[in-house]
Nanobody
C-alpha cells in the first residue's frame, strides 16, 4: 500500500488545516490508518488513528477535541481536520497504515508497515 500525504502549510494560532492521506493499493479490511508527527529535536509521536473495519477513532490527549480523523471510502482517503491550532502543533506530519493492529499497539509507530512522506505544518503565534 502506498500512502500520499498532503495539506500542510503555514498558519496562525487558532487557524485550521486539513491534512489528507490517500491510500493506493489493496488494503485489508482490518487496516488502520494513523497520523504521527515529529517536531524538531523530538521523537515521533502519535496523533490520531482510524480503524477501517469498525470506524473507530483514537486520539492523543494533546489533540483530542481539536483534531478529527475521518475517512472517505470512495476515495480511500483519510483526513485529519485540525482546528484551534497551537504553536506546539508545529511538526512534520506523517500518515501511516498497518494491518492486524491490536488496541495497545495503535499509538506505536513501529506497529505500522506503510508510511507516506511527511507534510510540514507550521503554526505561528
Amino acid at each position: 500500500v502506498q500512502l500520499q500525504a498532503s495539506g500542510g502549510g503555514l498558519v496562525q494560532a487558532g487557524d485550521s488545516l486539513r491534512l489528507s492521506c490517500a491510500a493506493s493499493g489493496r488494503t485489508a479490511s482490518n487496516y488502520v490508518m494513523a497520523w504521527f508527527r515529529q517536531a524538531p529535536g523530538e521523537e515521533r509521536e502519535f496523533v490520531a488513528a482510524f480503524r477501517w473495519s469498525s470506524r473507530t477513532t483514537h486520539y492523543a490527549v494533546s489533540v483530542k477535541g481539536r483534531f478529527t480523523i475521518s475517512r472517505d471510502n470512495a476515495k480511500n482517503t483519510v483526513y485529519l481536520q485540525m482546528n484551534s491550532l497551537k504553536p506546539e502543533d508545529t511538526a512534520v506530519y506523517y500518515c501511516a497504515g498497518g494491518s492486524r493492529l491490536i488496541l495497545s499497539s495503535i499509538q506505536t509507530d513501529r506497529s505500522y508497515s506503510d508510511w507516506g512522506q511527511g507534510t510540514q505544518v507550521t503554526v505561528s503565534s
